[in-house]
């Protein structure tokens, strides 16, 4: 794989366009939305103040990265945390905070790595092949993931969506 | 189910991740190499020792500088160049006549001028 360096000015792109999503995925896993802030604030500080050589698809090391971060941060506080409902990494348009600490739930019981897909495909703006390339992984295995992902998260989300009328 | 699909991306999409505080701006990194230091010392040592140098001249010389300004030497001096005797000579064994040519031009220069309306000479004459 080719490996190339990242400027500032590129790492500073990367956070603007995949930083929101990246902390809805750091949050799935250490349940705490001042935590992933950190833990994706932390990552892009380190790419800023070294020229670290990334791969030919960035975002595929930063979401590898934020993951490692994110778990090394979760092994110092207790696994089952509850959710913290006054911090909730989703905001929802018409201001629901409930629905949106539902959603961060039922992301993190989803597995890694149909969550990984979820993320990157709605709140990273990335087309599945996108994500394939990102992941490693061969296209329909991705397609799979993300149908399995919806399936699950609309079970979930059912509720909510009836109240808003969705 | 493609279109339920789409549905349900585009309600997920409403929710919004919260966008994380903003990465703090770059700071300036001077990378100093040691080669590009040990000039510019050299370079500061350089400036400094020759300043040094021209103060001290100049308060031996009494402060005053001594300026070669050719504009308030007078145009009769800088016309009158020494005659050369060595170039006399050589005239008188090689060429009498270009030494009478030579010795007439010079004394036109070094001589004051008794042609002239107003020349020392005619009014001395005069008187």
Not at chain 1, 33 to 38: G, L, R, S, T
Not at chain 2, 60 to 76: H, N, Q, Y
């Amino acid at each position: 794989m080719l490996e190339r360096k990242l400027s500032a000015e590129g790492v500073r792109r990367l956070y603007d366009q995949h930083g929101p999503a990246l902390v809805a995925y750091a949050c799935s896993f250490v349940t705490d939305a001042a935590a992933a802030e950190d833990v994706v604030h932390q990552i892009f500080l380190r790419l800023l103040s070294a020229e670290i050589a990334m791969p030919d698809v960035p975002v595929a090391y930063v979401y590898r990265a934020v993951r490692n971060a994110a778990l090394n941060a979760r092994r110092g506080r207790q696994r089952n945390a509850p959710l913290d409902s006054n911090a909730t990494v989703f905001e929802r348009l018409d201001g629901n905070r409930e629905s949106g600490l539902a959603l961060q739930e039922a992301l993190t019981e989803l597995p890694e790595e149909q969550r990984e897909v979820v993320v990157m495909r709605v709140w990273s703006g990335m087309t599945l092949e996108e994500v394939a390339a990102a992941s490693g992984a061969p296209l329909n295995t991705v397609a799979s993931r993300y149908r399995y992902a919806l399936e699950k998260l609309r079970g979930k989300l059912q509720p909510y969506r009836k109240e808003s009328g969705d | 189910m493609e279109n339920h699909d789409d549905q349900f991306e585009k309600y997920l999409g409403e929710f919004q991740p919260r966008r994380p505080r903003a990465l703090p701006e770059p700071a300036i990194h001077w990378q100093v190499s040691p080669r590009r230091l040990a000039a510019a010392t050299a370079i500061t040592i350089a400036l400094g020792a020759s300043l040094w140098f021209a103060r001290k001249k100049s308060e031996l010389s009494g402060g005053v500088i001594v300026r070669k300004d050719t504009a308030l030497i007078p145009e009769s001096k800088l016309v009158a160049q020494p005659l050369s005797l060595l170039l006399l000579t050589q005239l008188a064994l090689e060429a009498p006549e270009q030494l009478d040519a030579e010795l007439t031009k010079a004394s036109r220069r070094v001589l004051p001028d008794f042609r002239g309306k107003e020349s020392t000479l005619r009014v001395l004459a005069k008187e």
